[in-house]
């Protein structure tokens, strides 16, 4: 996934340069287009029979230009004479032209200041004469506008444009990259880029390594073109729509061959694009001279920001080696993995701009890879099978914590029952050899018959619920329902629990709403009157020496048709944090090595199964005193 994710932005990175490969060349293209007479001051336009005078395209002030950054536009002829289409020649076409004091101020203070750049770069001999900024008039001004004076021997006009021919060298030289530049941030080498992945094709590889090499571009192809030039016939005042007419200049015809722009950095670290013009067999040099930052930022920069490779990757701009730009990445969304390094800082793309501007080098760096879309699916299914896992694991632990809880629970019951069963019958036992040895006075042996009596009752009841919790575990609860009123349960119960209550010392009032009396139910009365006894036990069992023992059963009319028995003691209630445990089988509140009541735990489970298998429901409500257990069967 992260070779998927860096050959996207590998792949987004390559088209990026295009793009600015492409708006690079649609410039050079537009400066390659310009005319051997737009670098002069005056122009000669034709239209119909008549030819005007204008001012050239780059005479204009401030200068236009299609390149970002353009200081000015500047011509140094064969005899290394420094000229600017800002300002006309002190004694050629347009010299008497009426330019304001300050205009020309601005425009000779620009015009030197190209040359004297140029100078300092040794592509233009240092002229003899100094030219000043003068606040004259125009026709005082052109006097004193000597932009540059002639070399004086024959070796300095042997090595005019020497300078030129030199930088042309020097940017194609193997050695060039060893060079440093004014305003360089370091060299490329220094930094230690980290290769991409060994698995690059070969197309890759071959690919980097010509970005590397700096092969040579081809040269483009000589442009012909015939120009027309205005030469001085005599002084006369002119206008800048003046027609050659009315002042009086004659037309220079001649053909010119013009070779396409060369772009190289100077040693003060501006840009230059220069080209060579042949006219009647002398050489021309002209060309721009550029500020790097703008020129860089307005179209690299800029695109780049605008750009999906800036959130992932970070821009060198280099020159044969030398460092001029660092553009950083805004950092989003990223493999976790990238942050320990094993990615971040390795060499995206290198890769060279195209003819023209091919000593200018993109270098793209990882700083962090976003996640792909096969990434985003692992992801998803990492974090779908760790909360799949997670949560079979918190299963498992639940259910281990619920079997031993279980376990523990059947170990009590099993305890239960064995003292549930073992007491009753220890006592029947006992009471029944003594009336087999005749130690019992017949005074006594009454209350022996009813003691032994009640006891065979207490294990009828147990019995009972072990056979119906073993009926419960096998899903074999199946309940015979019969149609009776209220009146015949209320009966029936009375009879099953009255004895037992009142063996308890309990009273049992048995409350009797005329409303519900004649209602009638559909209900298994053996299963429903085992409820009540297990109800009515499990009050018995609870009531301490304190409380009120009486128990309270009734029915009372419900809503939606249900009919709702109730079964109430006053005892001390339930605890809150006990109510929804009770109806769990094996549950008995308390602790078990502190218990002082008897059971088995299972009465009231089997309260809920019974009444669930009669299509009806139980609820429990604690009471300040006492609770109340609540059954709901839907009245027929």
Known sequence: MKWEAFHQQRTLAEELVKRIDRQYLELLNQENARAFTDYTFLNVVTSGKSSVLQRSPLSA?????????????????????????????????????????????????????????????KLLQQSRQQVEASPLPSSEAVIAAKMTAAPESQSDIADSQAGFDQLQRQRRSPQASQKTYSGSLGKVENLKLKEAYSRLDKQDKKKLQVARQGVAPKRSVLRKERNVLPGLKQETELSADSTMQDTGFRINIFESEIDAHEFSMLDSGHFVLFRKVWRGGQRYIQGILIESGPFLASIIGSTYSSSIVSNNSNLLVAYQGNVLSVLDANVGTAYQSTRGGDLQGTLLLKERLSSGLEQLELIFSVSKLPVG??????????????????????????????????????????????????????????????????????????GYYDYIYEESERLSRLINNVLQLARMTRNDIKPDLKQLTIADILSTVEDKVKSNVDRNGFLLN?????????????????????????????????????????????????????????????????????????????????????????????GLALVKELIEAMRGSVDVVTHEHGAEFRLLLKAS
Request: net charge neutral; glycine share 8%.
């Open 61 to 121: 002030f401030p200068p236009k230009a299609y390149m970002p950054g353009v200081i000015g536009y500047f011509q140094i002829d064969s005899a290394g004479h420094f000229s600017s289409p800002l300002l006309p020649a002190s004694d050629g076409p347009g010299s008497n032209e009426t330019l304001s004091p300050q205009d020309y101020k601005q425009r000779l203070l620009l015009s030197q200041n190209i040359q004297a750049t140029l100078s300092e770069n």
């Open 373 to 446: 879309p096969g990434g985003a699916i692992i992801n998803w299914l990492s974090i779908i099978i760790m909360l799949v896992l997670c949560g079979g694991f918190l299963l498992i632990y639940r259910l281990g914590l619920k079997q031993i809880h279980l376990t523990r629970q059947q170990q009590d019951f099993v305890s239960a029952v064995s003292h549930e069963l073992k007491t009753p019958l220890t006592s029947i036992r006992m009471y029944g050899e003594m009336l087999r040895e005749g130690w019992v006075s017949e005074q006594k042996k009454q």
């Open 510 to 602: 048995i409350i009797r709403d005329e409303n519900t009396e004649q209602r009638s139910c559909d209900v298994d009365i053996d299963y429903l009157t085992q409820i009540f006894i297990n109800l009515t036990d499990n009050a018995i069992k609870f009531v301490t020496a304190d409380d009120k023992k009486q128990i309270d059963i009734g029915c009372r009319p419900g809503k939606d048709n249900l009919l709702q028995f109730y079964v109430r003691d006053y005892g001390p209630g339930i605890e809150k944090d006990s109510l929804h445990k009770i109806f769990h089988l094996f549950y008995r509140p308390g602790n078990e090595l502190t218990r002082t009541t008897s059971g088995t735990g299972i």
